[in-house]
């Protein structure tokens, strides 16, 4: 495939001084993606005096497919991979990283975290935080190590930015107590880290480093799926002389929330926002803007509102439905009717959906980590939207748009109702602006009250 070439503002930003910090952040369907990797190319190009081997990461595992459709990967002196890749790549070449010390799956690590809690609890009782849901302690430990807080000193100190509920300052040694137990318990294993603490470790080991990096310049795509503690990591990775462009859509945050660049370990030269969006019909660019003007997103202080769109067409559509056998197959027909002539994302709340449908789309694309190669033109691909972030489709199927998915249950029992709202609005929006031209949502209960109440944004039918 040929890479879509920028025009207009997006040649300034491809070019830009190859030096310091910038960030560039655009609407959906701005061509963030396509800004990234010229901008990569143009940092490596050896025909120029600000050549230098670059670093053009992304968070999401399958994007990196998809770059390799972009013809990304045949750059001179550019080197594309995922954060994971590169940290252990990195702490691999310090000595700090052996043979299968990562735990590998949530599954794993909820598994140590539940018997940390349970030894913690033996010791301690159950009164006050150690009465809290696990849940509670999944998404508390997580959220310690995404954002650098794993000495006790840093974390009882801390303002737990992005956290909108209360947790009482007594609290917290608790909450370390099971931290530092569960850290024990995996050591225990051979396991030295966790996929959401690498970057801590990471960080660390780069400020112990010495001067000399690897790469002159990096390019991150998607930086908004980034923890802060994987951005100071990488700021801490380029050459002096170099450059770090950060690349991301302020609306689809899902990690953390109100993190100044600073606090993230950025010094801003310049913030570019692209408003323009190329990708989306006007009609469903308006329902993604109603979602980005709910409640939820008013704390966000970089969101950038879209305007400028593809030609028009037809209206979302929302289909009700009697239950979720009815639902699939209407949507195993609609894809398939529809892949005969475009490209058709199904997307999912969560991976537990995804074999409702397995079986009928085989042979489809699936979105996951183990994603190889990216398939262009007509055909299915489906997976949760999480996992469809960075793409887009002719025709998104979005499933599922209920009160009892959105926000999801256990983010609501792990962070509270604030904040489970806010982190699934933001999913909804990323899933109903990965659709080019057709968006249809399906629905076999209550509708999920963070889809606007705007009259006019999408048309019903019932089957």
Known sequence: MTLPRPVGEQRRVVSMTPSGHAVVLGTAGSGKTTMAVHRAAHLGDPRTGHAGPTLLLTYNRALLAYFDHLGAATLPNVTVCNYHRF?????????????????KSDQSRKGFIRM????????RGTAGVLGRDEEFFFSELRYMAQHGLLTRETYLASERIGRRQALDPAARPLVFDVQDRYVALRAARGFRYDWDDIAFYARCAFELDGPQRMYRHIVIDEGQDFSPEMIRSLALA??????????????QQIYGRGISWRRAGLNVNAVWRFEHNYRNTPEVAALGLEIAAMPYFRDQPDMV????????????????LSDIVAESSFVVQQARAASVTDSVGVLLTRHEDEPRFAAAFQGAQRLDRDLERWRGGPGISYGTVHSAKGFEFDTVILVGVTADRWPEPRAVAADGEEEATAV??????VGVTRARQNLIMTATGDLTRLLPGADGLWTTVTR
């Open 116 to 123: 940390a809690l349970d030894d913690v609890r033996r010791e």
């Open 424 to 429: 699934g609005g933001r999913l909804l929006y």
């Open 305 to 320: 509102a879209p305007r400028g769109f593809r030609a028009s067409g037809p209206p979302p559509t929302l289909v009700r």
């Open 238 to 251: 380029m050459r002096a002389d170099g450059s770090l462009t950060l690349f991301g859509d302020v609306a």
């Open 87 to 103: 940290a252990r790549g990195y702490l691999n070449a310090r000595g700090l990283m052996g043979t299968d010390e990562i735990v």
